[in-house]
């Protein structure tokens, strides 16, 4: 069983705008005691660079030197964004008073909702049908929230997310937890991101609404899922295949995780199986791990799309080279033999090399290890590079050589090595800046130009005219 | 078919103390050239604590500070070890002069040996028969080498290996690039090292010789090997099967890459299939990557292994607690229910708590969370304990719960986690130095959680009466 493609009419139900790019941000439940949700929050927001209205009616003073205020009702101003720092039954109350103010988005990170069983199902049907009345976008109830590192917005109760770097990877999870997880390994191994979005119970904003604001965002070059169920499937994928971004997905679930995934989002993780193949048609590679889906959205981002699956390799070191190998054939991806062309280049410039097939293996790094890999990346066979080279402190990598390529051959080149941080880090950020994106572990790298001719593969496959349309 | 068990007398062919523990070294072909081999590994071994002797006929002058000899047969005194940077033509006839020089171990860096064709394989088989008639035990060749960061000894060619942390886990690769891979990676995170040794074409130190003297090392807590394939494969397994130290293993080659690895280290890759089958059923769990060995090894050799495959999992946030449960239940692990009592004490520290079967979801961090991980420990069902949390810097780790926890209830408790690394990296330091590795992604942590599951079960399953004796 297959789920049917029909292009869908999708409108906006809001202005996203309101919530991702707010001038005046209200945060309600404000606190002055720290480890408190309202005082991460008001720390987090406080100096966003538009007005920041701390709320509390129990509260004197100031916060973070706003003076708080009682009610939303009480801004003389046009809010667009409040925080939503207060617990479960006062939310409903709350999102009315937004409604009065004319507040337009919402995030409401407290739990005990839709998750939390029937109770929490009512309280969350009656703030959502306020919300709509009143046309709040929310975000949540059940998320720790967002995060757009380029404006500073840090829409999170987290510690640490001002360090998420500013890049092109946007991040939209169902889980506000995992949103976060993700955007920290992305810091750690300095990825850049447009977007950290965590969707919690998708009162009124889901996959779909954030989706299709970030196709609209000029800084997003490849958006990530996280998906543990949702009701609505063909929807989703609907909006997936709409979107001229690249999309990958990582869908949570395959084991049975029903009971505990339902305490969570209130959402089943449904058929896995089903899943897969429905991503897969509407063209979105799905991979299976959080460092899997941000490798594969970081270069997605950030270098060319391949046009199909054919992986040129080349390698200094054989054993990292078939464990690349063997990784990339049991994904699916093809190593096909180089043109005699290129094989006779490479002999010429290597003569005696170890092994001169796809793989290449030049047996240790060398002066012209770049031109082997510029000679590979021009062979018409391939429509991406990996390449894998034992860092060197005497030769370094061979950056000037691979300056452009990418571009140039309108292919991925993808590098992987391994070497002492200390020497390896200068010329790892010198090869990044040039358009080669580097991984530290061979498996990462072949996982990402697997995930990317995947790309290829269900997109060649989906709906070659439509998808035409889209690229 | 399976293979058969048969505990082997297997008998040391060498001391491999002259290799691994030398008193004096002889380094051939060494070079004052920066970037050449006999360069780099004279520059790592120059201070290694014993006496250097650089060998090169054409050299003059001194290399580091030592005066050159012509040969080793110059050398007035027992030379342990030789490190031969020489290429592959020249190797039998610096053999046969460590024949007579007394030399009792030597590396053999260069390649051009059984992995290059028949020529070479008819050198290989001649410098072994010298070695053999001597005495002389060869890593090697086709090599990058050896580490013993413990000591100082850097018997690799490699730029930066003095950065490898010593340590408790000894890595055994089958070829030294791989070797490498494995070893920087753990540099980079922090996980200390006994041994790493590159066996590249095993002239006549292979696996089983390396295994047997690791496990005689106090130093080392596990082993963990990179298989690409060997012709005895049960010798391998044998004496995996008799040592006492936990070992790991990753066999490379499921998909068809036996021409490229055949020119690689000279071996096929054999049956992907029967090599799983084989380890499991002699007590070596097999894993799917560079890393997941590096994160097992370690775990393994630092912390208690787990009696049985029940698995406890206790987490902040329950999205990441979804993929870790979704994660280990794929890898075949249980998570069984809790005792009534720990879900009664649970309940009783957290009134209210979000989810308190197995996982158990504490729907944040708070102050009691370390007390909830040491009931789920303590609980009689489970075998291991997996936790989840989020990163908070005003509520840290819950490191003085956890302090001894482990050692105390004979189980691995092992931590995941996000946050910005400036001020994580404290708060993760206190808690490994407490007995609880940490990971920094939920999948990481599952994956290493389900090997050592894996490590109870083929431990259990194989041979019950001699793996106690083993035990």
Do not use: W
């Not at 109350?93 to 919402?106: D, K, R």
């Not at 590679?285 to 270098?303: E, I």
Request: charged share 20%.
């Amino acid at each position: 069983m297959l789920l049917f493609r029909i292009r869908a009419d999708v409108t906006h139900k809001f202005e996203l705008d309101r919530l991702f790019d707010p001038s005046s941000i209200a945060v309600v439940g404000a606190s002055t005691k720290a480890g408190k949700i309202g005082y991460e929050a008001m720390e987090n927001v406080h100096d966003f660079g538009g007005r920041v209205y701390p709320v509390n009616p129990s509260a004197e003073g100031a916060a973070f030197g706003e003076p708080f205020v009682a009610s939303v009702t009480d801004i003389d101003d046009d809010v667009d964004l409040a925080l939503l720092c207060v617990p479960a039954p006062v939310v409903p109350e709350v999102i009315e008073e937004c409604g009065a103010a004319g507040v337009g988005a919402a995030v409401i990170y407290s739990g005990g909702f839709a998750e939390a069983g029937d109770d929490g199902a009512e309280i969350q049907r009656r703030l959502t049908e306020t919300a709509n009345e009143h046309g709040i976008a929310l975000l949540g109830p059940n998320t720790s929230g967002f995060v757009i590192p380029r404006t500073g917005l840090y829409g999170s109760f987290a510690t640490g997310v001002e360090s998420f770097p500013a890049g092109d990877l946007a991040i939209v999870a169902q889980s506000g937890g995992v949103a976060h997880s993700i955007a920290f390994q992305a810091t750690r191994e300095r990825r850049g991101l447009s977007a950290m979005v965590g969707l919690g119970n998708r009162a009124n904003v889901g996959f779909e609404e954030v989706i299709e604001y970030l196709d609209g965002d000029p800084d997003t070059g490849a958006i990530v899922l996280h998906v543990e169920g949702t009701d609505d499937a063909r929807s989703l994928l609907e909006t997936c295949y709409d979107a001229e971004t690249p999309v990958f997905a990582y869908k949570v679930g395959e084991a049975d995780v029903g009971d505990f995934a339902e305490s969570h989002t209130g959402a089943l993780t449904g058929d896995h199986a089903l899943y897969q193949a429905g991503f897969a048609q509407y063209g979105v590679p799905t991979v299976d791990s959080t460092s899997q889906l941000l490798d594969a959205g970081h270069v997605a981002a950030t270098a060319p799309l391949p046009d199909g699956t054919n992986v040129g390799v080349v390698t200094a070191q054989a054993g990292p080279g078939i464990i690349i190998a063997d990784r990339l054939k049991q994904a699916g991806v093809s190593l096909p033999p180089l043109e005699d062309e290129t094989t006779a280049t490479v002999n010429e410039i290597l003569p005696g090399i170890t092994y001169s097939a796809n793989p290449v293996d030049t047996g240790r790094p060398m002066p012209e290890f770049g031109e082997v890999v510029r000679a590979v990346a021009a062979d018409e066979n391939v429509d991406a590079v990996l390449v894998y080279e034992l860092h060197e402190a005497a030769l370094g990598f061979p950056t000037e050589d691979l300056d452009g390529l990418a571009e140039s051959v309108g292919k991925p080149v993808v590098f992987a090595t391994a070497g002492p941080e200390s020497l390896l880090e200068p010329d790892r950020e010198e090869l990044e800046s040039v358009g080669v994106p580097v991984f530290e572990s061979p498996e990462r790298a072949a996982d990402t130009v697997a995930a990317l001719a995947e790309y290829a593969r269900v997109n060649a496959e989906a709906a070659p005219a439509e998808v035409v349309d889209n690229a």
